[in-house]
C-alpha cells in the first residue's frame, strides 16, 4: 500500500520544522496565492476567520497544481489579534516597533487556519478547514530589549511580529492554549482534519 503524501502549502520554515520535529513526513511545494488580494475579495473578516480563508486559498491553489495529484495538501496561515485588530507580518521596523509598544505587558490572541484538501485517488474527497487559537501574553520588554529584537530581523515577516521558538520566545510570559498553533501549525489539528481524510497522522510518520 503506498503511503500518503502530505504537500504543506506554505513557506514556513517554522512549520515545516514542527512537522519534522514531530516525525511528519511531508513536502513543501509553496502557493503563489496573493494573500491581500484575497483577503480584499472578500471584504472586512474578523481575524480568525480571516486566517481560515487564507489557509483554504493556498490548499486549494496548491492542490489545483499537478504536482499536487494523489496527496493532502495542508495550507495554513496565521493572524494575530490584537485589540480586535488584525496584525499580520510587519515588514518593516517602524511597524514592528509601534505594535510591540503597544503589545508588551499585555496579551493578544494568534489565530491559525488550517484547510486539508484530499487529492488522494479513491481518497475521501475531504476539502475541510479549522482553526487553531492561542492567547498570548507578553512580558513587559525595555526599549533596548525591543530594539535589539527589530534589529535580528526576526519579527519583521511573522504574523503579529513575534514568534515563541526563536530569539522572540524570551519575551513571551505565557500561552494558553496550543502553543504548537502559535509557532503556525497545531499537530492536534492536523491530527483531526486528517481523521475527516480516513487517515491516520501515524500514517504520516517517517
Not at 68 to 96: H, I
Not at 167 to 177: I, P, S, T
Request: with cysteine; charged share 20%.
Amino acid at each position: 500500500m503506498t503511503e500518503p503524501l502530505l504537500i504543506l502549502a506554505s513557506a514556513s520554515p517554522a512549520r515545516t520544522k514542527l512537522l519534522t520535529d514531530a516525525g511528519v513526513a511531508h513536502q513543501v511545494l509553496v502557493s503563489d496565492v496573493d494573500e491581500d488580494a484575497v483577503a480584499a475579495r472578500y471584504g472586512v473578516l474578523d481575524p480568525h476567520d480571516t486566517a481560515l480563508l487564507l489557509a483554504r486559498a493556498k490548499a486549494e491553489a496548491v492542490a489545483s497544481l499537478d504536482s499536487a495529484d494523489g496527496a493532502v495538501v495542508l495550507g495554513c496561515d496565521s493572524v494575530f489579534e490584537f485589540d480586535g485588530e488584525a496584525y499580520g507580518k510587519p515588514w518593516e521596523p517602524a511597524v514592528a516597533r509601534e505594535r510591540w509598544t503597544r503589545m508588551r505587558g499585555n496579551s493578544g490572541i494568534l489565530h491559525t487556519g488550517h484547510w486539508l484538501v484530499d487529492n488522494r485517488d479513491g481518497g475521501s474527497g475531504a476539502t475541510i478547514g479549522a482553526v487553531a487559537s492561542a492567547e498570548v501574553y507578553f512580558e513587559n520588554i525595555s526599549d533596548a530589549e525591543l530594539d535589539a529584537y527589530i534589529a535580528t530581523g526576526e519579527p519583521l515577516a511573522v504574523a503579529g511580529g513575534f514568534t515563541i521558538d526563536g530569539l522572540g520566545g524570551a519575551f513571551v510570559h505565557r500561552v494558553d492554549g496550543d502553543p504548537h498553533a502559535v509557532v503556525g501549525l497545531s499537530l492536534a489539528t492536523l491530527r483531526s482534519l486528517l481523521d475527516h481524510a480516513a487517515l491516520s497522522i501515524t500514517d504520516l510518520w517517517a
